[in-house]
């Protein structure tokens, strides 16, 4: 009796041949080639949620700050001693957030021992650390540990913009603007010349009754900004280069274009993440970050990301949109202007901002 397992007389087994093999490797490199961007897209759309829902913490804890103090806060402020006004430091946005984001650990440092000097030659960690809800997976950290932020707030019309006559601030311009103006506070060396002008302070309801909360950006993404605080946190010792300037913590937009080689390639929204559109000059990817800080100039102001075609932006009304960066300079200024029947904004055609058609939603 033949064994089960032996093959019939006279029948051969036969393997694959090389082309057969070669065939089958084709095939599933092939059908991988065809899922790799399946797995890619499905990675970046996760991150991108990540994104949109930092975001949206963020526009409701500035939400929440201006329903409890009235007003919201400016792009930099002054933390002061209630007991001797010249003894405080400055803060970001970020800072004046912190209680209303679940950072009071934080906040309660900041607003003690006002009249200590901080760590010149650095930030200290307690103070300062790397916060997960201001970081965007598809921009990742350079260095773990240090205060990153990929946020930014709407700061308004840019102050190298050449249709400026001074460095005064127009609330109408945007929502954020510069509340730090305690010179006890500030070196000498490293203040703007602002200190005398009014505090402007801008506030939801003003926003609501001028242009409306749905038509007025409020924070958005950017591939440049670095940190959420500067690197010197003790103000008297700041160094000149980090003078408050809307660069450091905001978003701008402008009527003729802001700083020599300064293209419109560049001054649009993602027109700087490609890094070679920059000049030298002006590209602040040299030497460490606190020194990157100091050379980020407003070329680079435009909101960008590292998402596919746009970026994530609040709206004051708490929503978030995803603003395709084909959109027009102009319906970007008006997004940007809080109030058009005041702002500064004149459309390239000369039109002034109050006499230009209302954004809808199809136009970004």
Not at 66 to 83: A, E, F, K, M, R
Not at 120 to 136: F, K, R, W
Not at 324 to 340: F, G, K, N, W
Request: hydrophobic share 35%; net charge negative.
């Amino acid at each position: 009796m033949r064994h089960p397992f032996l093959p019939n007389r006279g029948v051969s087994l036969r393997g694959f041949t090389l082309v057969e093999l070669l065939v089958v490797i084709a095939i599933i490199g092939t059908l991988v080639a065809l899922l790799l961007p399946a797995v890619q897209s499905a990675r970046e759309s996760a991150r991108n949620n990540t994104c949109k829902n930092s975001l949206k913490n963020l526009s409701l804890g500035m939400l929440n700050y201006d329903s409890n103090q009235g007003q919201l806060p400016g792009y930099i402020n002054d933390l002061v001693n209630p007991n001797n006004p010249t003894e405080g430091r400055q803060a970001s946005w970020v800072v004046m957030l912190f209680p209303y984001i679940e950072r009071t650990n934080e906040w309660d440092v900041w607003n003690s021992n006002l009249g200590a000097t901080w760590m010149p030659n650095g930030i200290p960690n307690d103070a300062a650390p790397e916060i997960e809800l201001l970081e965007c997976p598809s921009n990742p950290v350079e260095v773990p540990g240090d205060p990153w932020c990929v946020y930014v707030v709407n700061a308004g019309q840019m102050f190298s913009d050449t249709s400026r006559s001074s460095n005064r601030e127009n609330v109408a311009n945007g929502i954020f603007f510069d509340r730090s103006k305690n010179v006890d506070i500030i070196g000498s060396g490293s203040q703007d010349g602002r200190e005398g002008d009014p505090e402007l302070k801008c506030s939801v309801d003003y926003v609501s009754s001028n242009d409306g909360t749905s038509n007025t950006m409020m924070l958005s993404e950017s591939l440049h900004k670095i940190y959420w605080t500067y690197p010197q946190p003790d103000s008297k010792g700041k160094a000149a280069e980090y003078a408050d300037a809307k660069r450091f913590f905001g978003f701008m937009w402008t009527n003729t274009g802001a700083e020599d080689g300064c293209g419109d390639d560049v001054l649009r929204v993602n027109g700087d993440n490609n890094y070679d559109l920059v000049p030298d000059e002006f590209n602040p990817y040299v030497g460490d970050p606190a020194t990157a800080m100091q050379r980020t100039s407003e070329c680079l102001s435009y909101p960008s990301s590292n998402h596919p075609g746009g970026v994530n932006v609040a709206f004051c009304d708490g929503r978030v949109v995803y603003v395709t960066d084909r959109v027009e300079p102009q319906i970007y200024a008006q997004l940007m202007t809080s109030s058009a029947r005041r702002s500064s904004y004149v459309a390239p055609d000369g039109t002034a901002d109050r006499r230009l058609p209302p954004v809808s939603d199809d136009d970004y």
